[in-house]
């Protein structure tokens, strides 16, 4: 028998010894290295880099993971939603709920925060998955600005004007302020690398395949013995559970809030929407590329004023056009390369 035959071994069982199945590759395994190299570089951020520094790399981290849960989203389950911002801005009010009214520390209020968020995203689902297509995307708008509303209802957290953050809740998570704005920066960073693990996690398992399948047909999904029901709500509300964890960071950092910000669809929807489409919807690192487009974009043109957000949207016509599969959609199809690859292949030994 040649040694690129298949034979069978003493039980019966296909056997082969000229084919292995992979999931890494040699570039795969060489980004996880630097991967590590680079977290490692920046959990000691706090010691090498300034304050301003540590603001701009939280607030990156931030929408990367807002970026990766949204791509998990509308690039793997087809679910579009335009109302991601409802639950930045729950969170938002979580945290300062939380620890202006029962005492609860900041850092335990952010983890709270994404309890909180998972329970209204499941009493969400069963009215918005009503919902398909543009309608179920007009749904999570029309719930975000409930949320909206709502929480400018609210007098005790100063209405439609919205409070700040008391000075001694501020001063609990850590008397001296440089360790204060590291233990802030380290959460941001731990909860995206929580995000990101959870959607490699999520994209590699069987329910991953099933969150493909849907997006590409619900009926043959379905045929296939597919919960589509469970497997969209499980992803939608693990998303919002996460996300409201990341909108409970960022208006940590922020000291204040309103709803106008909190819920703001420019801020928390629109700009994540822009990062996964020129970085690429659909993959793993289409958000990270996404996200340092835009943050170099941003950096570079803010002061141009509205001119700034009119060049953000010339940009993205042009991606879309010219590059539909977005920045690293068109590096994926020249040079065949995926850093974090999620799928087995078949390799030849």
């Known amino acids: 028998m040649s040694s690129t035959s298949i034979g069978l071994d003493i039980k019966g069982t296909a056997m082969s010894s000229a084919y292995a199945i992979e999931r890494s590759t040699p570039t795969s395994r060489v980004a996880a290295i630097m991967a590590l190299v680079l977290v490692a570089g920046l959990i000691a951020a ?16 931030t929408f990367v993971a807002l970026s990766s ?10 679910l ?3 109302g991601q911002q409802a639950f930045v801005g729950l969170g938002g009010y979580t945290l300062f709920g939380l620890t202006i009214f029962t005492g609860v520390p900041p850092l335990v209020a952010v983890a709270l ?15 918005l998955f009503r919902l398909q297509g543009a309608y179920f995307a007009i749904g999570t708008w029309v719930a975000a600005e409930v949320f909206r509303l709502s929480f400018a209802q609210v007098a005790a957290l100063g209405g439609g004007s919205g409070t700040s953050l008391p000075t001694a809740i501020v001063v609990s998570i850590a008397a001296d302020r440089s360790l204060r704005e590291g233990l802030i920066y380290w959460s941001a960073l731990a909860l995206t690398l929580v995000a990101l693990g959870f959607v490699i996690a999520l994209l590699r398992s069987r329910t991953g395949l099933a969150l493909t399948a849907i997006r590409d047909s619900e009926i043959a999904s379905e045929s296939c013995g ?18 409201t964890m990341v909108g409970a960071l960022i208006f940590l950092q922020k000291l204040r809030i309103s709803p106008e910000a909190a819920f703001s669809v420019n801020d928390w929807t629109a700009f994540v929407i822009f990062i ?31 001119t700034y957000l009119l060049i953000l949207g010339a940009v ?5 056009l010219k590059a539909p599969k977005g920045l690293w959609g068109v590096v994926a199809d020249r040079f065949g390369i995926a850093l974090v690859p999620i799928r087995r292949q078949v390799k030849t030994r």
């Open 113 to 127: 925060a994404g309890v909180i968020g998972g329970a209204g995203a499941l009493l969400l689902a069963p009215l």
């Open 69 to 78: 849960l949204w791509n998990l989203l509308a690039g793997y389950t087809g």
């Open 276 to 306: 996964v489409v020129i970085g690429g919807i659909g993959t793993i690192e289409g958000p990270l590329v996404g996200t340092l487009v835009f943050f170099a974009l941003r950096e570079t043109l803010a002061n141009l004023g509205t």
């Open 46 to 61: 706090p010691w090498w880099a300034g304050r301003a520094n540590l603001r701009l790399l939280g607030e990156i981290y």
């Open 226 to 243: 597919i919960n589509i029901a469970w497997t969209k709500i499980l992803v939608y509300v693990a998303t919002a559970a996460i996300s």
């Open 316 to 320: 993205a016509i042009v991606v879309m």
């Open 80 to 82: 579009v939603s335009v």
